[in-house]
Protein backbone atom coordinates (compact mmCIF):
# COMPACT_ATOMS: atom_id res chain seq x y z
CA UNK A 1 0.00 0.00 0.00
CA UNK A 2 2.87 2.40 1.01
CA UNK A 3 6.46 2.14 0.05
CA UNK A 4 9.12 4.13 0.81
CA UNK A 5 12.33 3.36 -1.75
CA UNK A 6 15.40 4.84 -0.26
CA UNK A 7 13.95 8.46 0.84
CA UNK A 8 15.98 11.10 1.40
CA UNK A 9 14.15 14.53 3.03
CA UNK A 10 16.35 17.86 3.30
CA UNK A 11 14.30 21.12 4.67
CA UNK A 12 15.14 23.83 2.99
CA UNK A 13 17.06 24.70 5.93
CA UNK A 14 19.60 21.88 5.04
CA UNK A 15 18.36 19.34 7.92
CA UNK A 16 18.33 16.17 6.67
CA UNK A 17 15.27 15.04 8.41
CA UNK A 18 14.56 11.36 6.41
CA UNK A 19 18.11 9.86 4.78
CA UNK A 20 17.62 6.43 2.59
CA UNK A 21 14.35 5.60 4.34
CA UNK A 22 12.99 2.28 2.54
CA UNK A 23 10.05 0.23 4.33
CA UNK A 24 7.05 -1.36 2.80
CA UNK A 25 3.57 -0.68 4.99
CA UNK A 26 0.89 -3.43 3.51
CA UNK A 27 -3.08 -2.89 3.32
CA UNK A 28 -4.39 -3.43 6.47
CA UNK A 29 -0.69 -3.29 8.28
CA UNK A 30 -1.55 -1.34 11.95
CA UNK A 31 2.34 0.50 12.36
CA UNK A 32 3.28 2.99 14.96
CA UNK A 33 6.53 5.17 14.20
CA UNK A 34 8.47 5.95 17.58
CA UNK A 35 11.88 7.75 17.91
CA UNK A 36 12.73 10.58 19.55
CA UNK A 37 12.54 14.26 19.32
CA UNK A 38 13.04 15.14 16.08
CA UNK A 39 13.84 11.43 14.80
CA UNK A 40 11.76 12.30 11.19
CA UNK A 41 8.25 10.65 11.78
CA UNK A 42 6.72 14.04 11.41
CA UNK A 43 8.52 14.26 7.93
CA UNK A 44 7.75 11.09 7.20
CA UNK A 45 4.11 11.24 7.86
CA UNK A 46 3.66 14.59 5.56
CA UNK A 47 5.34 12.25 2.70
CA UNK A 48 2.18 10.43 2.78
CA UNK A 49 -0.09 12.23 1.74
CA UNK A 50 2.32 14.53 -0.58
CA UNK A 51 2.78 17.43 1.57
CA UNK A 52 6.48 16.80 1.06
CA UNK A 53 8.24 15.40 -1.87
CA UNK A 54 11.49 13.57 -1.05
CA UNK A 55 14.42 15.16 -2.19
CA UNK A 56 15.78 11.71 -3.70
CA UNK A 57 14.17 8.32 -3.82
CA UNK A 58 10.68 7.88 -4.07
CA UNK A 59 7.28 7.16 -1.93
CA UNK A 60 4.57 5.16 -3.59
CA UNK A 61 0.95 5.58 -2.54
CA UNK A 62 -1.43 2.24 -3.85
CA UNK A 63 1.08 2.04 -6.65
CA UNK A 64 1.93 5.57 -7.22
CA UNK A 65 4.53 7.69 -7.12
CA UNK A 66 3.32 10.39 -5.34
CA UNK A 67 5.71 12.85 -7.06
CA UNK A 68 2.76 12.48 -9.84
CA UNK A 69 -0.13 13.52 -7.39
CA UNK A 70 -0.83 16.25 -5.92
CA UNK A 71 -2.21 16.70 -2.55
CA UNK A 72 -5.58 16.90 -3.69
CA UNK A 73 -5.57 13.17 -5.47
CA UNK A 74 -3.76 11.46 -2.72
CA UNK A 75 -6.02 13.12 0.15
CA UNK A 76 -8.76 10.24 -1.22
CA UNK A 77 -6.52 7.80 -0.16
CA UNK A 78 -5.00 9.10 2.78
CA UNK A 79 -6.40 11.07 5.93
CA UNK A 80 -3.67 12.54 8.08
CA UNK A 81 -4.26 14.06 11.90
CA UNK A 82 -1.49 16.85 12.05
CA UNK A 83 0.58 16.52 15.87
CA UNK A 84 -0.80 20.52 15.94
CA UNK A 85 -4.29 20.15 15.54
CA UNK A 86 -4.43 23.64 15.24
CA UNK A 87 -2.80 23.56 11.44
CA UNK A 88 -5.96 21.84 10.41
CA UNK A 89 -8.90 24.08 11.16
CA UNK A 90 -10.20 27.30 9.14
CA UNK A 91 -13.71 27.36 9.34
CA UNK A 92 -16.20 29.39 12.04
CA UNK A 93 -17.37 25.67 13.42
CA UNK A 94 -16.68 22.39 14.52
CA UNK A 95 -19.76 20.99 12.36
CA UNK A 96 -18.68 22.51 9.46
CA UNK A 97 -14.78 21.69 9.65
CA UNK A 98 -16.34 18.09 9.99
CA UNK A 99 -18.18 18.41 6.66
CA UNK A 100 -15.86 19.90 5.01
CA UNK A 101 -13.84 17.53 3.31
CA UNK A 102 -16.51 15.05 2.93
CA UNK A 103 -18.34 17.47 0.42
CA UNK A 104 -15.36 17.74 -1.21
CA UNK A 105 -15.25 14.34 -1.58
CA UNK A 106 -19.00 14.59 -3.20
CA UNK A 107 -21.07 12.58 -0.65
CA UNK A 108 -24.52 13.36 -0.88
CA UNK A 109 -25.82 16.24 1.97
CA UNK A 110 -27.52 13.03 4.20
CA UNK A 111 -24.31 10.81 4.54
CA UNK A 112 -22.25 13.87 4.95
CA UNK A 113 -24.93 15.03 8.22
CA UNK A 114 -25.01 11.44 9.16
CA UNK A 115 -21.22 11.23 9.39
CA UNK A 116 -20.49 14.16 10.66
CA UNK A 117 -23.10 13.21 13.60
CA UNK A 118 -21.61 9.78 13.87
CA UNK A 119 -18.01 10.79 14.41
CA UNK A 120 -18.72 14.09 16.80
CA UNK A 121 -20.73 11.50 18.99
CA UNK A 122 -17.61 9.23 19.05
CA UNK A 123 -15.24 11.71 20.07
CA UNK A 124 -17.58 13.33 22.41
CA UNK A 125 -17.91 16.89 20.34
CA UNK A 126 -21.76 17.03 19.54
CA UNK A 127 -22.11 19.93 22.22
CA UNK A 128 -19.61 22.01 20.65
CA UNK A 129 -20.79 21.55 16.71
CA UNK A 130 -21.47 25.07 16.67
CA UNK A 131 -18.23 26.71 18.02
CA UNK A 132 -15.38 27.19 16.55
CA UNK A 133 -13.06 25.09 17.39
CA UNK A 134 -10.40 27.64 18.41
CA UNK A 135 -12.23 27.68 20.96
CA UNK A 136 -12.04 23.72 22.24
CA UNK A 137 -9.39 22.88 25.11
CA UNK A 138 -6.16 21.34 23.86
CA UNK A 139 -7.74 17.54 23.93
CA UNK A 140 -10.71 18.43 22.06
CA UNK A 141 -8.97 20.06 19.53
CA UNK A 142 -6.98 16.72 19.58
CA UNK A 143 -10.22 14.66 18.68
CA UNK A 144 -11.79 17.39 16.20
CA UNK A 145 -8.82 16.81 14.24
CA UNK A 146 -9.31 12.68 14.65
CA UNK A 147 -12.94 13.13 14.05
CA UNK A 148 -12.64 14.63 10.96
CA UNK A 149 -10.53 11.55 9.45
CA UNK A 150 -13.07 9.01 10.60
CA UNK A 151 -15.87 10.58 9.27
CA UNK A 152 -13.40 10.81 5.62
CA UNK A 153 -12.79 7.00 6.33
CA UNK A 154 -10.08 6.86 3.73
CA UNK A 155 -8.22 3.78 3.06
CA UNK A 156 -4.51 4.83 4.38
CA UNK A 157 -4.98 7.09 8.20
CA UNK A 158 -1.84 8.50 9.48
CA UNK A 159 -2.09 10.11 12.87
CA UNK A 160 0.68 12.19 14.60
CA UNK A 161 0.38 11.82 18.15
CA UNK A 162 -3.02 11.06 18.20
CA UNK A 163 -2.79 10.17 22.00
CA UNK A 164 -1.67 13.97 23.04
CA UNK A 165 -4.12 15.88 25.38
CA UNK A 166 -6.51 12.65 25.83
CA UNK A 167 -7.22 11.29 29.02
CA UNK A 168 -7.11 7.24 29.93
CA UNK A 169 -11.03 6.71 28.97
CA UNK A 170 -10.63 8.87 25.89
CA UNK A 171 -7.27 6.84 25.32
CA UNK A 172 -9.24 3.67 25.73
CA UNK A 173 -11.63 4.52 22.88
CA UNK A 174 -9.10 5.91 20.62
CA UNK A 175 -7.36 2.13 20.76
CA UNK A 176 -10.65 0.58 20.35
CA UNK A 177 -10.99 3.03 17.19
CA UNK A 178 -7.62 1.79 15.58
CA UNK A 179 -8.29 -1.39 16.08
CA UNK A 180 -11.73 -1.29 14.74
CA UNK A 181 -10.24 1.01 11.41
CA UNK A 182 -7.80 -1.74 11.16
CA UNK A 183 -10.37 -4.62 11.32
CA UNK A 184 -12.17 -2.98 8.57
CA UNK A 185 -9.03 -3.18 6.31
CA UNK A 186 -7.61 0.35 6.99
CA UNK A 187 -4.29 0.61 6.55
CA UNK A 188 -3.13 2.75 9.97
CA UNK A 189 -0.22 4.48 11.09
CA UNK A 190 0.37 6.33 13.96
CA UNK A 191 3.36 8.47 15.54
CA UNK A 192 3.44 8.57 19.28
CA UNK A 193 5.60 8.46 21.99
CA UNK A 194 3.14 7.30 24.03
CA UNK A 195 5.32 3.87 25.20
CA UNK A 196 1.93 2.78 27.00
CA UNK A 197 -0.22 3.20 24.41
CA UNK A 198 1.88 1.33 21.87
CA UNK A 199 2.05 -1.13 24.58
CA UNK A 200 -1.67 -1.94 24.84
CA UNK A 201 -1.78 -1.91 21.04
CA UNK A 202 0.90 -3.93 20.42
CA UNK A 203 1.29 -2.93 16.69
CA UNK A 204 4.19 -3.29 14.30
CA UNK A 205 6.88 -0.64 15.98
CA UNK A 206 9.02 1.07 13.37
CA UNK A 207 12.14 2.74 15.58
CA UNK A 208 13.22 5.92 13.16
CA UNK A 209 16.16 7.64 14.74
CA UNK A 210 17.89 10.51 13.09
CA UNK A 211 16.41 9.86 10.05
CA UNK A 212 17.05 6.62 9.47
CA UNK A 213 14.94 3.70 10.34
CA UNK A 214 17.07 1.34 13.11
CA UNK A 215 14.46 -1.40 13.73
CA UNK A 216 11.36 -2.82 12.55
CA UNK A 217 9.36 -5.56 14.32
CA UNK A 218 6.59 -6.86 16.46
CA UNK A 219 6.07 -4.43 19.17
CA UNK A 220 6.71 -7.34 22.08
CA UNK A 221 10.11 -7.42 20.95
CA UNK A 222 10.78 -3.55 20.12
CA UNK A 223 9.38 -2.66 23.26
CA UNK A 224 11.11 -5.09 25.47
CA UNK A 225 14.73 -4.33 24.13
CA UNK A 226 16.10 -1.93 26.57
CA UNK A 227 19.29 -1.21 24.52
CA UNK A 228 17.58 -0.68 21.18
CA UNK A 229 15.08 1.87 22.68
CA UNK A 230 17.39 3.79 24.45
CA UNK A 231 19.29 4.24 21.28
CA UNK A 232 16.11 6.44 20.35
CA UNK A 233 15.22 7.91 23.44
CA UNK A 234 12.50 5.79 24.28
CA UNK A 235 11.80 3.97 27.81
CA UNK A 236 10.26 0.51 28.31
CA UNK A 237 7.15 1.00 29.30
CA UNK A 238 6.25 0.41 32.61
CA UNK A 239 5.63 -3.26 33.27
CA UNK A 240 8.53 -4.31 30.80
CA UNK A 241 11.12 -1.95 32.73
CA UNK A 242 10.07 -3.25 36.27
CA UNK A 243 10.34 -6.83 35.05
CA UNK A 244 13.40 -6.14 33.49
CA UNK A 245 14.61 -4.96 36.95
CA UNK A 246 13.76 -8.27 38.43
CA UNK A 247 14.92 -10.59 35.91
CA UNK A 248 17.81 -11.82 38.01
CA UNK A 249 15.30 -13.24 40.08
CA UNK A 250 14.23 -15.42 37.44
CA UNK A 251 11.57 -13.33 35.92
CA UNK A 252 10.22 -13.24 32.29
CA UNK A 253 11.70 -9.72 31.09
CA UNK A 254 9.96 -9.50 28.11
CA UNK A 255 6.18 -8.91 28.98
CA UNK A 256 4.71 -5.17 28.28
CA UNK A 257 0.76 -6.59 29.33
CA UNK A 258 0.06 -6.37 32.94
CA UNK A 259 -1.88 -9.88 33.14
CA UNK A 260 1.12 -11.40 32.08
CA UNK A 261 3.16 -10.00 34.50
CA UNK A 262 1.43 -10.83 36.90
CA UNK A 263 0.55 -14.27 36.40
CA UNK A 264 4.32 -14.15 36.04
CA UNK A 265 5.37 -13.16 39.25
CA UNK A 266 2.48 -15.31 41.29
CA UNK A 267 4.47 -18.68 39.15
CA UNK A 268 7.25 -17.34 40.36
CA UNK A 269 6.23 -16.85 44.27
CA UNK A 270 4.50 -20.20 44.21
CA UNK A 271 7.55 -21.67 42.53
CA UNK A 272 9.58 -20.10 45.73
CA UNK A 273 6.77 -21.40 48.43
CA UNK A 274 7.57 -24.93 47.01
CA UNK A 275 11.25 -25.14 46.78
CA UNK A 276 11.24 -23.81 50.42
CA UNK A 277 8.63 -26.34 51.28
CA UNK A 278 10.81 -29.08 49.97
CA UNK B 1 4.44 29.63 53.26
CA UNK B 2 1.19 30.13 51.14
CA UNK B 3 1.99 31.24 47.29
CA UNK B 4 -1.22 30.66 45.76
CA UNK B 5 -4.66 31.02 47.16
CA UNK B 6 -7.48 30.46 44.75
CA UNK B 7 -11.01 31.87 46.52
CA UNK B 8 -14.46 31.09 45.21
CA UNK B 9 -12.85 31.09 41.32
CA UNK B 10 -15.52 30.98 38.94
CA UNK B 11 -14.66 31.65 35.01
CA UNK B 12 -17.26 31.49 32.30
CA UNK B 13 -15.55 31.95 28.94
CA UNK B 14 -17.53 35.41 26.95
CA UNK B 15 -20.48 33.71 24.85
CA UNK B 16 -21.08 30.71 26.76
CA UNK B 17 -23.35 29.84 29.44
CA UNK B 18 -21.58 27.07 31.47
CA UNK B 19 -18.43 28.38 33.83
CA UNK B 20 -15.29 26.21 32.57
CA UNK B 21 -14.48 26.06 36.43
CA UNK B 22 -16.64 26.56 39.09
CA UNK B 23 -16.09 27.34 42.96
CA UNK B 24 -12.59 26.18 43.46
CA UNK B 25 -10.94 27.01 45.88
CA UNK B 26 -7.02 26.42 46.90
CA UNK B 27 -3.99 27.34 48.13
CA UNK B 28 -0.37 25.86 47.41
CA UNK B 29 2.23 26.57 49.46
CA UNK B 30 5.79 27.26 48.61
CA UNK B 31 7.99 23.92 47.25
CA UNK B 32 4.89 22.25 46.69
CA UNK B 33 4.78 19.87 43.63
CA UNK B 34 0.88 20.15 42.42
CA UNK B 35 -0.32 17.11 39.93
CA UNK B 36 -3.49 18.22 38.04
CA UNK B 37 -5.74 15.62 37.02
CA UNK B 38 -9.08 15.18 35.32
CA UNK B 39 -10.52 14.34 32.14
CA UNK B 40 -10.47 16.40 29.08
CA UNK B 41 -11.84 19.41 28.98
CA UNK B 42 -12.59 19.50 32.72
CA UNK B 43 -10.84 22.95 33.30
CA UNK B 44 -7.14 22.16 33.43
CA UNK B 45 -5.84 24.79 31.22
CA UNK B 46 -8.27 27.10 32.38
CA UNK B 47 -7.31 27.24 36.32
CA UNK B 48 -3.28 27.41 34.83
CA UNK B 49 -4.33 30.39 32.65
CA UNK B 50 -6.23 32.33 36.29
CA UNK B 51 -2.48 31.03 37.81
CA UNK B 52 -0.84 33.30 35.39
CA UNK B 53 -3.10 36.33 34.73
CA UNK B 54 -3.67 35.34 31.13
CA UNK B 55 -7.72 34.89 32.70
CA UNK B 56 -8.98 37.79 32.55
CA UNK B 57 -5.99 39.69 30.81
CA UNK B 58 -6.09 38.15 27.83
CA UNK B 59 -9.38 35.47 27.91
CA UNK B 60 -12.59 38.31 27.84
CA UNK B 61 -15.52 36.41 30.28
CA UNK B 62 -17.18 36.74 33.55
CA UNK B 63 -14.73 35.81 36.09
CA UNK B 64 -15.63 35.45 40.08
CA UNK B 65 -13.66 35.20 42.97
CA UNK B 66 -10.20 35.96 43.41
CA UNK B 67 -6.56 34.55 42.63
CA UNK B 68 -3.73 35.52 45.07
CA UNK B 69 -0.23 34.58 43.34
CA UNK B 70 2.54 36.15 46.44
CA UNK B 71 0.32 38.36 48.18
CA UNK B 72 -0.71 39.66 44.71
CA UNK B 73 -4.01 39.82 43.22
CA UNK B 74 -4.04 38.60 39.54
CA UNK B 75 -7.12 40.45 38.42
CA UNK B 76 -5.26 44.01 39.45
CA UNK B 77 -1.75 42.66 39.35
CA UNK B 78 -0.37 43.79 35.18
CA UNK B 79 0.86 40.54 33.37
CA UNK B 80 4.33 41.70 33.27
CA UNK B 81 4.60 42.30 36.89
CA UNK B 82 2.67 38.54 37.58
CA UNK B 83 5.42 37.21 35.00
CA UNK B 84 8.16 37.70 37.10
CA UNK B 85 6.73 35.62 39.73
CA UNK B 86 4.63 32.81 37.64
CA UNK B 87 5.61 31.27 34.65
CA UNK B 88 4.06 29.06 32.53
CA UNK B 89 4.48 26.64 29.73
CA UNK B 90 1.25 26.45 27.51
CA UNK B 91 -0.61 23.52 25.90
CA UNK B 92 0.21 24.15 22.85
CA UNK B 93 3.95 25.21 23.12
CA UNK B 94 4.31 26.70 19.57
CA UNK B 95 2.18 29.15 20.16
CA UNK B 96 4.76 30.70 22.95
CA UNK B 97 7.28 31.09 20.21
CA UNK B 98 8.24 34.19 18.60
CA UNK B 99 11.59 35.10 18.37
CA UNK B 100 14.28 34.21 15.12
CA UNK B 101 16.66 31.73 17.12
CA UNK B 102 16.09 29.61 19.82
CA UNK B 103 18.09 31.09 21.88
CA UNK B 104 17.14 34.64 21.42
CA UNK B 105 13.63 32.86 22.83
CA UNK B 106 15.01 31.57 25.96
CA UNK B 107 16.77 34.78 26.78
CA UNK B 108 13.74 36.91 25.50
CA UNK B 109 12.16 37.40 29.42
CA UNK B 110 15.54 37.64 31.12
CA UNK B 111 16.31 40.78 29.07
CA UNK B 112 13.24 41.78 29.87
CA UNK B 113 13.97 42.36 33.04
CA UNK B 114 16.87 43.77 32.97
CA UNK B 115 19.22 40.92 34.04
CA UNK B 116 23.22 41.52 33.71
CA UNK B 117 24.81 39.81 30.18
CA UNK B 118 26.80 37.28 32.57
CA UNK B 119 24.04 36.16 34.06
CA UNK B 120 21.15 35.45 31.45
CA UNK B 121 24.39 33.75 29.40
CA UNK B 122 24.62 31.51 32.54
CA UNK B 123 20.98 30.65 32.47
CA UNK B 124 20.55 30.13 28.72
CA UNK B 125 23.08 27.85 29.05
CA UNK B 126 21.63 26.08 31.75
CA UNK B 127 18.21 25.80 30.34
CA UNK B 128 19.28 24.56 27.04
CA UNK B 129 21.21 21.79 29.12
CA UNK B 130 18.41 20.88 31.07
CA UNK B 131 16.49 20.10 28.05
CA UNK B 132 18.96 18.83 26.35
CA UNK B 133 19.23 21.36 23.04
CA UNK B 134 22.16 23.10 23.49
CA UNK B 135 22.98 21.71 19.63
CA UNK B 136 19.51 23.73 18.37
CA UNK B 137 20.51 27.27 19.94
CA UNK B 138 20.92 28.80 16.40
CA UNK B 139 18.06 27.40 14.69
CA UNK B 140 14.72 29.18 14.01
CA UNK B 141 12.00 27.87 16.80
CA UNK B 142 9.60 27.54 13.53
CA UNK B 143 11.67 24.94 11.96
CA UNK B 144 11.45 22.53 14.81
CA UNK B 145 9.83 19.04 15.78
CA UNK B 146 6.65 19.63 18.28
CA UNK B 147 8.84 17.98 20.66
CA UNK B 148 11.95 20.01 19.83
CA UNK B 149 9.23 23.27 20.30
CA UNK B 150 8.07 21.95 23.19
CA UNK B 151 11.61 21.49 24.77
CA UNK B 152 12.16 25.69 23.54
CA UNK B 153 9.05 26.84 26.02
CA UNK B 154 10.25 24.65 28.84
CA UNK B 155 13.73 26.06 28.78
CA UNK B 156 12.50 29.65 28.56
CA UNK B 157 10.33 28.82 31.88
CA UNK B 158 13.81 27.04 33.41
CA UNK B 159 15.82 30.21 32.79
CA UNK B 160 13.36 32.64 34.28
CA UNK B 161 13.40 30.28 37.42
CA UNK B 162 10.24 31.90 38.77
CA UNK B 163 8.82 31.10 42.40
CA UNK B 164 5.72 29.65 40.62
CA UNK B 165 6.04 27.12 37.29
CA UNK B 166 3.03 25.88 35.79
CA UNK B 167 3.11 23.19 32.82
CA UNK B 168 0.16 22.77 30.66
CA UNK B 169 0.75 19.27 29.55
CA UNK B 170 4.66 19.65 29.23
CA UNK B 171 5.78 16.10 28.37
CA UNK B 172 3.09 15.62 25.39
CA UNK B 173 4.99 15.25 22.72
CA UNK B 174 8.24 14.43 24.45
CA UNK B 175 10.36 11.06 23.89
CA UNK B 176 9.95 9.30 27.25
CA UNK B 177 13.59 9.87 27.76
CA UNK B 178 13.67 13.53 27.15
CA UNK B 179 10.09 13.61 29.46
CA UNK B 180 12.08 11.57 32.42
CA UNK B 181 14.88 13.90 32.48
CA UNK B 182 12.81 16.85 32.08
CA UNK B 183 10.66 16.14 35.23
CA UNK B 184 13.56 15.27 37.21
CA UNK B 185 15.18 18.57 36.31
CA UNK B 186 11.58 20.63 37.43
CA UNK B 187 12.12 18.19 40.41
CA UNK B 188 15.27 19.32 41.33
CA UNK B 189 14.47 22.85 41.16
CA UNK B 190 11.93 22.81 43.00
CA UNK B 191 13.58 21.19 45.72
CA UNK B 192 16.85 23.27 45.94
CA UNK B 193 15.04 26.54 45.12
CA UNK B 194 11.75 25.81 47.20
CA UNK B 195 9.66 26.86 43.53
CA UNK B 196 6.02 25.31 43.12
CA UNK B 197 5.52 23.45 40.61
CA UNK B 198 2.03 22.77 39.11
CA UNK B 199 1.61 20.29 36.43
CA UNK B 200 -1.69 19.69 34.40
CA UNK B 201 -0.83 16.16 32.70
CA UNK B 202 -2.24 12.93 31.11
CA UNK B 203 0.55 10.71 31.02
CA UNK B 204 1.62 9.86 34.90
CA UNK B 205 3.63 7.51 34.82
CA UNK B 206 6.91 9.96 35.37
CA UNK B 207 5.12 12.14 37.76
CA UNK B 208 2.94 9.58 40.56
CA UNK B 209 6.47 9.09 42.73
CA UNK B 210 7.77 12.66 42.57
CA UNK B 211 4.45 14.82 43.58
CA UNK B 212 3.21 16.12 46.37
CA UNK B 213 -0.16 16.16 46.17
CA UNK B 214 -2.70 15.34 43.33
CA UNK B 215 -5.77 17.55 42.43
CA UNK B 216 -8.32 15.89 40.67
CA UNK B 217 -10.71 18.34 38.40
CA UNK B 218 -14.07 17.11 37.02
CA UNK B 219 -16.55 19.28 35.13
CA UNK B 220 -14.97 22.22 35.72
CA UNK B 221 -14.48 21.63 40.01
CA UNK B 222 -12.19 19.99 42.06
CA UNK B 223 -13.63 16.79 43.29
CA UNK B 224 -10.57 15.04 45.34
CA UNK B 225 -7.38 16.71 46.53
CA UNK B 226 -5.35 14.15 48.12
CA UNK B 227 -1.43 12.23 48.20
CA UNK B 228 -0.85 10.48 45.19
CA UNK B 229 -0.51 7.29 46.73
CA UNK B 230 -4.39 8.23 47.87
CA UNK B 231 -5.38 9.45 44.56
CA UNK B 232 -4.22 6.67 42.30
CA UNK B 233 -4.66 3.70 44.42
CA UNK B 234 -7.83 4.04 45.22
CA UNK B 235 -10.17 3.10 42.60
CA UNK B 236 -13.15 5.43 43.26
CA UNK B 237 -10.51 7.98 41.51
CA UNK B 238 -11.18 5.54 38.12
CA UNK B 239 -14.69 6.87 36.58
CA UNK B 240 -13.20 10.62 36.75
CA UNK B 241 -10.49 9.60 34.07
CA UNK B 242 -7.86 9.62 36.69
CA UNK B 243 -5.23 7.16 34.72
CA UNK B 244 -3.58 3.75 36.81
CA UNK B 245 -0.04 3.89 36.82
CA UNK B 246 0.90 0.29 35.09
CA UNK B 247 2.85 -1.29 38.53
CA UNK B 248 -0.16 0.16 40.49
CA UNK B 249 -2.39 -2.43 38.77
CA UNK B 250 0.56 -4.98 39.05
CA UNK B 251 0.33 -4.79 42.22
CA UNK B 252 -2.86 -5.35 42.89
CA UNK B 253 -2.70 -8.10 40.50
CA UNK B 254 0.28 -9.93 42.79
CA UNK B 255 -1.39 -8.79 45.93
CA UNK B 256 -4.72 -10.93 44.91
CA UNK B 257 -2.34 -13.97 45.57
CA UNK B 258 0.45 -13.08 47.40
CA UNK B 259 0.04 -10.23 50.05
CA UNK B 260 3.91 -8.87 49.01
CA UNK B 261 2.70 -4.94 49.08
CA UNK B 262 1.31 -3.61 52.33
CA UNK B 263 2.20 0.05 50.67
CA UNK B 264 0.78 0.31 46.91
CA UNK B 265 4.07 0.91 44.84
CA UNK B 266 3.90 4.06 42.52
CA UNK B 267 7.04 3.41 40.99
CA UNK B 268 9.25 0.34 39.23
CA UNK B 269 12.17 1.31 42.10
CA UNK B 270 9.00 0.90 44.62
CA UNK B 271 7.89 -2.43 42.92
CA UNK B 272 11.12 -4.28 42.82
CA UNK B 273 12.75 -3.32 46.38
CA UNK B 274 8.76 -5.05 47.51
CA UNK B 275 9.56 -8.07 45.58
CA UNK B 276 12.77 -8.39 46.65
CA UNK B 277 11.97 -7.39 50.44
CA UNK B 278 9.59 -10.16 50.16
CA UNK B 279 11.00 -13.18 48.28
CA UNK B 280 13.93 -12.40 51.45
CA UNK B 281 11.54 -12.43 54.31
CA UNK B 282 10.00 -15.40 53.39
CA UNK B 283 13.35 -17.56 52.06
CA UNK B 284 14.94 -16.72 55.81
N1 LIG C 1 9.81 23.18 8.94
C1 LIG C 1 11.03 22.73 9.19
N2 LIG C 1 12.11 23.35 8.66
C2 LIG C 1 13.36 22.88 8.92
N3 LIG C 1 13.65 21.83 9.67
C3 LIG C 1 12.61 21.17 10.22
C4 LIG C 1 11.26 21.58 10.02
N4 LIG C 1 10.45 20.74 10.68
C5 LIG C 1 11.25 19.84 11.29
N5 LIG C 1 12.56 20.09 11.01
C6 LIG C 1 13.74 19.31 11.46
O1 LIG C 1 13.69 18.04 10.85
C7 LIG C 1 14.03 16.99 11.75
C8 LIG C 1 12.89 16.00 11.83
O2 LIG C 1 11.73 16.66 12.34
P1 LIG C 1 10.33 15.92 12.52
O3 LIG C 1 9.33 16.98 12.81
O4 LIG C 1 10.09 15.02 11.38
O5 LIG C 1 10.65 15.05 13.83
P2 LIG C 1 9.69 14.15 14.72
O6 LIG C 1 10.28 12.78 14.76
O7 LIG C 1 8.29 14.27 14.27
O8 LIG C 1 9.90 14.81 16.16
P3 LIG C 1 8.88 15.05 17.37
O9 LIG C 1 8.84 13.76 18.13
O10 LIG C 1 9.53 16.10 18.20
O11 LIG C 1 7.55 15.46 16.82
C9 LIG C 1 14.39 17.69 13.07
O12 LIG C 1 15.76 17.84 13.15
C10 LIG C 1 13.70 19.06 12.96
O13 LIG C 1 14.42 20.04 13.67
N1 LIG D 1 -10.90 29.95 24.68
C1 LIG D 1 -12.02 29.30 25.05
N2 LIG D 1 -13.23 29.86 24.85
C2 LIG D 1 -14.34 29.21 25.22
N3 LIG D 1 -14.38 28.00 25.82
C3 LIG D 1 -13.21 27.41 26.05
C4 LIG D 1 -11.96 28.02 25.68
N4 LIG D 1 -10.98 27.18 26.01
C5 LIG D 1 -11.56 26.11 26.58
N5 LIG D 1 -12.90 26.24 26.60
C6 LIG D 1 -13.90 25.29 27.16
O1 LIG D 1 -13.79 25.32 28.58
C7 LIG D 1 -13.82 24.01 29.13
C8 LIG D 1 -12.53 23.75 29.89
O2 LIG D 1 -11.44 23.76 28.97
P1 LIG D 1 -9.91 23.61 29.39
O3 LIG D 1 -9.12 23.96 28.21
O4 LIG D 1 -9.68 24.35 30.64
O5 LIG D 1 -9.89 22.03 29.67
P2 LIG D 1 -8.66 21.06 29.97
O6 LIG D 1 -8.99 20.34 31.25
O7 LIG D 1 -7.40 21.79 29.91
O8 LIG D 1 -8.78 20.02 28.77
P3 LIG D 1 -7.63 19.22 27.95
O9 LIG D 1 -7.16 18.11 28.83
O10 LIG D 1 -8.39 18.70 26.76
O11 LIG D 1 -6.59 20.20 27.59
C9 LIG D 1 -14.05 23.06 27.96
O12 LIG D 1 -15.42 22.76 27.91
C10 LIG D 1 -13.64 23.86 26.74
O13 LIG D 1 -14.40 23.50 25.61
MG1 LIG E 1 6.59 15.05 15.13
MG1 LIG F 1 -5.80 21.71 28.61
Known sequence: MIKFDNVTYVYPTGVKALNSVSVEIGRGELVALMGENGAGKTTFIKHLNGLLKPTSGNVYVDGKDTKTLSV?????????????????????????????????????????????????????????????PFLLSGGEKKRLALAIILAWNPQVIAMDEPTVGQDSMQKEKLKEMIKQLNLQGRTVIISTHDVEFVAELKPRVILMSKGRIIADGKAEFILTDGELLSSCSILMPQVAATMSRLADLGFNAKVISVEEAVRNIVEGLRGLEHTRRA | ????????????????????????????????????????????????????????????????????????????????????????????????????????????????????RDEIRRRVDFALKAVGIEDLRKRSPFELSGGQQQKVAIASILALMPKIMVFDEPTSSLDPVSAKSIIETIFKVKKELGTSVVVAEHRVELLADKVDRVIVMQKGRIVKDGRPREVFVSEEMIPYGVPVPKVVSMAKGVNRHFKVFNEIPLSSEEFEQGIRRFIHDKVR
Open chain 2, 1 to 116: MEIVRVEGLTFTYSGFDTPAISDINLSIEEGEFVLLLGPSGCGKSTLCRCLNGLIPHFYAGKMEGRVLVAGMDVSKTPTYVLSQYVGMVFQNPENQLFSLTVENDVAFALENLGMP
Open chain 1, 72 to 132: AQLSRIVGVVFQNADDMFFLPTVEEEVAFSLRNLGFSEDVVQRRVDWSLKFMELEEYRNRS
